[in-house]
């Protein structure tokens, strides 16, 4: 059964989706926990990012919550790569400690992919066949669930494997977290601009690529059909990735499913405005506000943004 009430369960949830007005609310920031990481280590053109251990993502919240970030995106990087059979002891730690200094000062989305986990960089166990999508799928529900219990209060697929939203929904619901959100990485395309990420979270493929599995940039109908997919399998929130490149994408997507859709402006796109006013040639504070008023524009209700903790320098 679909829960509308999943979106009203929290204010923050309730000022996210608000529809009459742009409030920081709407802005998420993505950041990156390392297992096992001495001390924290910036990322190449992802100005005012860094990759942490949970002593420095503690403190880095702390300033963030100061600034009027509320909504996160944490993007949990494992010690040890495997095949298949992944623990997630050291995100549940994570997520807890979190959640036992902030309480719910903040509503805390984990990404959910088997990328940086997997000892090959891809978003799936594989065999000398191919992606073996049933053991993949099992994977994600259980990566998920030990999230929604360690107390993420939302959990973001971006796999893009079919079926997984449908699965990672159904674990949660007979688990008892019928009320935690799905918020989907619905339109993902195999892109150029995701270079920063991949150094930030050690994701990158040993071998080959990912466009067997994430969108044809040329393919319009199929992005739109992979979001109304999502929709179908029980997603509470939609997203187009990369969020400048799609922008023709997000109303057309409102449109077909009802559902609020958001717009990852992804870590080249990002990168691109800081690398600019690195050498000069912008003012990296107006690039970026004036980038976040172009996905508004188009329609997007939220913002995934690696720049959300400027917003209230910035007014928003």
Not at 45 to 59: D, E, F, Q, W, Y
Not at 92 to 115: A, M, P
Not at 280 to 299: D, N, P, S
Request: charged share 25%; hydrophobic share 40%; aromatic share 8%.
């Amino acid at each position: 059964m679909k829960r509308l009430m999943r979106l009203r369960a929290t204010q923050h949830l309730r000022d996210l989706c608000a529809e009459t007005e742009f409030n920081r609310a709407q802005l998420i920031q993505p950041f990156f926990v390392v297992e096992g990481l001495k001390q924290e280590e910036p990322i190449p053109g992802l100005r005012g990012n860094v990759r942490h251990n949970i002593p420095s993502a503690l403190k880095q919240i702390e300033k963030d919550l100061a600034a009027g970030v509320t909504h996160f995106l944490l993007f949990p990087v494992p010690a040890e790569k495997k095949e298949s059979g992944f623990s997630h002891d050291a995100t549940q730690q994570t997520i807890s400690e979190i959640r036992r200094q902030f309480g719910n000062s903040l509503c805390l989305w984990i990404d959910t992919c088997l990328c940086s986990c997997t000892t090959h960089g891809h978003c799936a166990v594989l065999d000398e066949n191919g992606i073996k999508l049933d053991e993949t799928l099992d994977e994600l529900a259980k990566s998920a669930l030990a999230f929604a219990q360690a107390g993420a209060d939302g959990i973001s697929p971006s796999d893009m494997m079919d079926g997984r939203v449908a699965r990672i929904r159904a674990a949660l619901d007979e688990n008892g977290f019928n009320l935690v959100p799905v918020m989907s990485y619905s339109t993902k395309f195999a892109s150029n601009f995701y270079g920063p990420f991949r150094n930030a979270a050690d994701s990158a493929p040993q071998f080959g690529d990912r466009r067997g599995y994430q969108l044809d940039v040329r393919n319009r109908s199929g992005a739109i059909a992979a979001s109304v997919r999502c929709t179908e399998e029980g997603a509470d929130l939609l997203m187009v990735k990369p969020g400048l490149t799609s922008l023709d994408l997000i109303r057309p997507i409102h449109e077909a499913t009802e559902l609020q859709v958001g717009a990852y402006q992804v870590s080249g796109e990002y990168g691109g405005l800081s690398v600019l006013a690195e050498q000069g040639l912008i003012k990296f504070e107006e690039a970026l506000l004036e980038t976040w008023h172009v996905f508004k524009r188009a329609g997007a209700q939220y913002i995934i943004t690696y720049g959300a903790r400027y917003a209230k320098q910035l007014g928003i």
